[in-house]
């Protein structure tokens, strides 16, 4: 079995966790991951949402958050291990956040929601390594060619994240319908095709990893069959002892039925698949009250969002899941007990 290479460090397998914000990924899953083998994620989603003067003074929170939680996943996993965060683009402070990780000398940038048009520009004489995410090989193309064109620089890996995944998805609502969705199989043939051919061009490897309704070991050997060189994977890394969300999220991954799972109109301005709880009912009927405005996405607009994400992925994360938006994969209904990661990861490895 191969891991995946990231700069000088290889992973003992396979899989990366997925980020997930705000609050599931932190040092505790994503250094508890990174120790197993895998490659640990931590979301940098209002990651200062614990700290005494987040409310006061987020982005200030958030920026010295980063390197606190860094710190400790790198005490858990060991500095031999690949460690990476996932920052969003559609943050408004999204350059700073890639500055800070950057400081903080972490091993590898994914980004998504939204282009990530200029990340090369911030790992100038680094080690560290960045990834963008698309959802299709339209994306891949333009971010690759952009890349090439003005840094003359190449991704280190790219992730596509297919329908099935949790949290902001990539596609438009219409092209979410169950009999037509696009499949994560023939995305991943496509952009592994085409990254083939740019790999020769630059004279580097590009590693491609599937994303998005990953679910078992049999399902990782299928992607890694397409030319995949590994998978990320999140909705099943909610359900372990280390997962850095409240019990009463985890308890709801496990109290989800199928008819529960809803693809949702999030004020990001993108659609996102979460479960359809007494929260996303009252907010389809009326507006939330939004007392106050974390200024974290740029498309945000306080006079029309229907409610404050920030706050509502912050309930939920601490616990408060009737009053909060619960992000969640299309397999979460499959989810009925909570693990250790080390008995995640073996489980994900048996058939490799
Ligand atoms: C609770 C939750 C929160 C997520 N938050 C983010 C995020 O902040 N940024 C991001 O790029 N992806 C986010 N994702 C997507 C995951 O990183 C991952 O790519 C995807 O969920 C993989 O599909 P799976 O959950 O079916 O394994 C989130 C997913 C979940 C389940």
Redesign the pocket.
């Known amino acids: 079995m191969k891991g995946i290479k990231v700069g000088n460090k290889i992973s003992k397998y396979p899989i990366i966790q997925?980020?997930?914000?705000?609050g599931?990924s932190m040092h505790s899953l994503a250094g508890n991951v990174s120790k197993e083998g895998g490659i640990g994620?931590i979301?940098t989603?209002d990651i200062g949402y614990k700290e005494e003067d987040f409310f006061k003074n987020p982005m200030q929170a958030n920026i010295r958050a980063i390197g606190k939680e860094i710190v400790k996943a790198r005490e858990i996993a060991g500095n031999d291990k690949i460690l990476g965060v996932?920052i969003?683009v559609a943050l408004k402070n999204y350059s700073e956040v890639v500055k800070e990780c950057v400081k903080q000398k972490i091993d590898l940038i994914?980004?998504?929601?939204g282009i990530p048009k200029n990340l090369p520009e911030y790992i100038k004489n680094t080690n560290t390594k960045v990834a963008p995410?698309v959802s299709s090989l339209r994306c891949c193309k333009l971010i690759i060619t952009h890349w090439i064109k003005k840094y003359n620089y190449a991704p280190d890996m790219i992730?596509i994240?297919g329908p099935?995944?949790?949290?902001?998805l990539g596609f438009k609502l219409e092209e979410l319908d169950e009999d037509t969705k696009p499949k994560l199989e023939d995305i991943t043939k496509d952009v592994v095709k085409y990254v083939r051919e740019i790999e020769k061009e630059v004279g580097k490897e590009i590693p491609v990893i599937s994303?998005?309704?990953?679910w078992d070991s049999n399902d990782i050997k299928k992607f890694l069959n397409l030319g995949a060189s590994g998978v990320?994977?999140?909705?099943?890394f909610?359900a372990t002892n280390e997962c850095d969300a409240s019990q009463e999220f985890k308890q709801a991954y496990i109290n989800a039925k199928k008819e529960d799972i809803k693809i949702i109109k999030s004020p990001v301005g993108m659609p996102g698949r979460a479960i359809y709880n007494n929260f996303i009912k009252k907010t389809e009927n009326e507006k939330n009250k939004i007392d106050k405005c974390y200024g974290c996405i740029k498309t945000c607009n306080i006079a029309d969002t229907p409610y404050c994400i920030t706050r509502a992925l912050i309930n939920s994360v601490k616990g408060d899941i009737d009053n909060g938006l619960?992000?969640?994969?299309?397999?979460v209904s499959r989810i009925n007990k909570i693990v250790p990661v080390h008995d995640l990861m073996k489980e994900l490895v048996s058939e490799l």
Request: proline share 0%; glycine share 24%.
């Open positions: 997925g980020g997930m914000g705000v599931v994620i979301s989603a996932n969003m994914i980004s998504g929601a995410i992730v994240e099935e995944a949790g949290g902001h994303a998005g309704g990953i990320q994977m999140a909705t099943r909610v619960i992000f969640c994969g299309s397999n």
